[in-house]
């Protein structure tokens, strides 16, 4: 079956610390790969997004590559911000049944 | 930019009663979805609804559930006798076409199982 292994939590990070989470997937197929945050008090919104091997995901400085050769999908963040503390899931999808399959979520904190 | 719109935000009700979630997708997808979060765990898959049927439910998802899109536009999901473990948040999701560039998902609707 699917499933997605992440980074667990919590992260706690100084304002413009570079951010990394780890994500790894075994998929039957061959998913397309998600990240989503969740900031407090929120649902859940796409952070970025690869469909196929070698893509790069990103948006509001945030960006993962999908290597399908190593099966990750690794979140990444040059300088974080204090509003970019949130939780984070990985999350794929395949081409056969197309639900989610999320990753346990990472708690990340930012401190200015 | 187009949301999913679910009501109400948080909803508290006693044990053995029913509750409706309701969601309404963007209007031009398709493909629907219940996912929902129990507070500290992972984000869970409920049910996909697809052309006024049910695609694919999880384990989860057992009589005391049930969904509908009764007018075209909203997209609920029923619980017939709540249970305390049915506490959680509730996210519903649409998608425009199976190649799945992602989801929308709804801001969520907490329900409280007292």
């Known amino acids: 079956g699917n499933s997605v292994t992440q980074m667990e939590g919590p992260v706690t990070l100084s304002e413009e610390a570079f951010l990394t989470i780890n994500c790894t997937y075994t998929a039957t197929g061959y998913p397309s790969l998600f990240w989503y945050v969740q900031y407090p008090g929120e649902g859940l919104q796409l952070l970025l997004k690869a469909t196929k091997a070698d893509d790069k995901g990103s948006n509001k400085g945030f960006e993962a590559t999908y290597r399908k050769e190593t099966t990750s999908f690794h979140l990444e963040k040059g300088s974080v911000q204090v509003s970019d503390s949130a939780v984070y899931f990985c999350a794929l999808s395949d081409r056969v049944d197309y639900k989610l399959s999320f990753g346990a979520g990472t708690t990340v904190t930012v401190r200015a | 930019e187009p949301e999913v719109t679910q009501t109400p935000s948080h909803q508290v009700t006693q044990m053995g009663q029913e509750v409706i979630l309701r969601c309404v997708p963007i209007?031009?997808?398709?493909?629907f979805y219940w996912y929902r979060q129990i507070l500290g765990q992972k984000v869970e898959f409920l049910v996909s609804?697809?052309?006024?049927?049910?695609?694919?439910k999880s384990e989860i998802f057992d009589d005391q559930f049930s969904v509908e899109r009764p007018d075209g536009s909203n997209f609920t999901l029923k619980i017939r006798s709540t249970k305390l473990e049915d506490s959680a948040m509730y996210f519903c999701?649409?998608?425009?076409?199976?190649?799945?560039?992602?989801?929308?998902f709804g801001s969520g609707t907490r329900l409280t199982v007292v």
């Open positions: 609804f697809y052309n006024n049927e049910i695609s694919e």
């Open positions: 209007s031009n997808h398709l493909y």
């Open positions: 999701a649409s998608s425009g076409d199976r190649e799945s560039y992602g989801y929308t």
